[in-house]
Nanobody, 116 residues
């Protein structure tokens, strides 16, 4: 099983980034996919989640109306479009896969830095 995040980097406040998470080694279309983040000195928190078919999403209040999670089950990839980025969005972003039986897989993370 592999979850490989990409797309992180440094951006100025107000900018945008799109994170991708490429999955392999499991039946991607059966898994709920999520993005979490962990800022320095803070606990890991849920950012966004999307159901296996993509029909339902939910977001942390802090990112609603700025971030959009989506998935392409044909490409085994989940995305996180991040707009209007703020310094407080600075964190390592992790991709998470959850099976119907609550088996969890994690990626290694990608760093997002928002700074002027």
């Amino acid at each position: 099983v592999q979850l490989v995040e990409s797309g992180g980097g440094s951006v100025m406040p107000g900018g945008s980034l799109r994170l991708s998470c490429a999955a392999s080694g499991f039946t991607f279309s059966s898994y709920v996919m999520s993005w979490y983040r962990q800022a320095p000195g803070k606990e890991r928190e849920l950012v966004a989640r999307i159901t296996s078919g993509g029909g339902s999403t939910n977001y942390a209040d802090s990112v609603k109306d700025r971030f959009t999670i989506s998935r392409d089950n044909g490409k085994n990839t989940v995305y996180l479009q991040m707009n209007s980025l703020k310094p407080e969005d600075t964190a390592v972003y992790y991709c998470n896969a959850r099976s119907p039986y609550y088996v969890l897989y994690w990626g290694k993370g990608t760093l997002v830095t928002v700074s002027s």
